[in-house]
């Protein structure tokens, strides 16, 4: 069965710190990989995402992502955090075999202070 | 271009009663899937149509659980009686194609008391 981990349901910063959101995966084959992202009362957002060639991939808002087959990690980072990217984190991937399906981490909370 | 809209945004029931999500998709999307997070846990998939046909439903959860969508248009979620335990945040999702990007609407709260 496939999974995906978030470490940390609940991450907080302060305003101009290093965001770092952590996800890896259990795949047999290297899978799609997604971030999405939920800011209140909103729908899930796509932030970025991998399928093939560069493994560093910059997505919407500044936030970027690294695909490193070795340690089966896809983790989100952002240099500077600001209030407005406040929201929940999901990390995501789909199978190459079966592209129909998402599969989900459980989310982590990201909260800014001041 | 309107975006994946859910109904109702909050629905609050009594177990044993029946509860109908409705799903409208982006126009011209074929691909519509239902995704359920329980509890603050992982969004689990549900089941994803193309057009009106059933693709895959195998993560639906039980027989209390009906998913239509007449016409390929719109779908709708029933469930049919409530358990305390199908609380959570329903979402919906469109595509284009199977391979192409996934919108998703703003989910359906739902509790069961």
Redesign the interface.
């Known amino acids: 069965a496939q999974s995906?981990t978030q470490l940390g349901?609940h991450v907080s910063v302060s305003e101009g710190a290093l965001v770092l959101l952590r996800c890896n995966y259990s795949s047999s084959v290297p899978p799609y990989l997604f971030w999405?992202v939920q800011y209140p009362?909103?729908?899930?957002?796509?932030l970025l995402k991998y399928t093939t060639g560069a493994t560093l991939v910059k997505g919407i808002n500044g936030f970027e992502a690294e695909f490193k087959k070795s340690e089966t990690s896809f983790h989100l980072t952002k240099p500077s955090a600001h209030m407005s990217d406040a929201a929940e984190y999901?990390c995501?991937v789909r199978l190459p075999y079966n592209?129909?399906?998402?599969?989900?981490?459980?989310?982590t909370k990201l909260n800014v202070k001041p | 271009e309107a975006?994946?809209t859910q109904f109702p945004?909050h629905s609050v029931i009594e177990k044993g009663q029946t509860v109908t999500l409705r799903c409208d998709p982006i126009s011209g999307h074929d691909?519509l899937?239902w995704?359920r997070?329980v509890m603050?846990?992982?969004?689990?998939?549900l089941l994803?149509f193309v057009k009106e046909s059933k693709?895959?439903e195998s993560?639906m959860p039980n027989n209390r659980f009906l998913a239509e969508r007449t016409g390929g248009t719109y779908s709708t979620l029933k469930v049919q009686p409530a358990e305390l335990e199908d609380s959570g945040v329903y979402?919906c999702?469109s595509s284009r194609d199977?391979?192409t990007?996934?919108?998703?609407?703003?989910?359906t709260r739902l509790t069961v008391v």
Do not use: P
């Open positions: 995906v349901s999405y009362n909103q729908g899930l957002q796509l999901f995501a592209f129909n399906k998402f599969y989900f981490g459980s989310g | 975006g994946v945004s691909n899937y995704y997070r603050g846990k992982e969004i689990k998939f994803h693709q895959d993560g979402f999702a199977t391979n990007e996934a919108f998703f609407g703003q989910g």
